[in-house]
Nanobody, 111 residues
Framework: VQLQASGGGLVQPGGSLRLSCAASGPVARMTWYRQLPGKEREAVAV???????QYADFVKGRFTISRDNAKNTVYLNLKDLKPEDTGVYSCSAISNWKTYWGQGTQVTVSS
């Protein structure tokens, strides 16, 4: 399974972005991660193929994860972005009990 993340960019504080991560085939659980400068990678949100989504505490209602199974794609809507959200956002997916990782997309929040 190959994963391709996109949608990152430069945005002003308070702005919004929509990230996408497309898988090359059907997958089960999909997770968005981020790695802030100088920090360890951390999970942001997870969505199973069917079921409830889960979010990290720091999301605080600003991010929304969703998926389109017909397109094998997971989305992460980011709103009210802050400079401390700057980092590389990447996704992972589980298929046949294996975890696959995609390359990240850079999100930069700056005025």
């Amino acid at each position: 399974v190959q994963l391709q993340a996109s949608g990152g960019g430069l945005v002003q504080p308070g702005g919004s972005l929509r990230l996408s991560c497309a898988a090359s085939g059907p997958v089960a659980r999909m997770t968005w991660y981020r790695q802030l400068p100088g920090k360890e990678r951390e999970a942001v949100a997870v969505v199973p193929r069917g079921g409830n989504t889960q979010y990290a505490d720091f999301v605080k209602g600003r991010f929304t994860i969703s998926r389109d199974n017909a397109k094998n794609t997971v989305y992460l809507n980011l709103k009210d972005l802050k400079p401390e959200d700057t980092g590389v956002y990447s996704c992972s997916a589980i298929s046949n009990w294996k975890t696959y990782w995609g390359q990240g997309t850079q999100v930069t929040v700056s005025s």
